[in-house]
């Protein structure tokens, strides 16, 4: 299974973006799917999650209210539409198909992973 994640670039705080990933395999609508990201010299972290069917989609505090995960299991892709970014949201941001039908907020709930798409937020 290969993701390609695509939709990162450079904006101004408070402005929007969209990220798209493309799974190579239709398995990949039976699985839960994620975002994550990981900021210069942290730790990998959780964004958003969204099951199989779209349903039970999931948030990290630190983007609730702003960001909002899709997926469209026909083009095999999930969105991540992001709004009112602000320059903490700067990183390098995954998709990643899940080990079970809707995935969890820790990485080892993952199995397979996107090559990572830049997205930076000035101030």
């Known amino acids: 299974v290969q993701l390609q994640a695509s939709g990162g670039g450079f904006v101004q705080a408070g402005g929007s973006l969209r990220l798209s990933c493309a799974c190579s395999?239709?398995?990949?609508?039976?699985?839960?799917m994620g975002w994550f990201r990981q900021a210069p010299g942290k730790e990998r972290e959780f964004v958003a999650r969204?099951?199989?069917?779209?349903?039970?989609?999931s948030y990290a505090d630190s983007v609730k209210g702003r960001f909002t995960i899709s997926r469209d299991n026909a083009k095999n892709t999930v969105n991540l539409q992001m709004n009112s970014l602000k320059p903490e949201d700067t990183a390098v941001y995954y998709c990643?198909?899940?080990?079970?039908?809707?995935?969890?907020?820790?990485?080892?709930?993952?199995?397979?992973w996107g090559q990572g798409t830049q997205v930076t937020v000035s101030s």
């Open positions: 990643a198909v899940a080990t079970s039908s809707y995935g969890g907020s820790t990485s080892d709930s993952y199995r397979y």
């Open positions: 395999r239709r398995t990949c609508s039976n699985n839960g």
């Open positions: 969204i099951g199989w069917n779209g349903g039970l989609p």
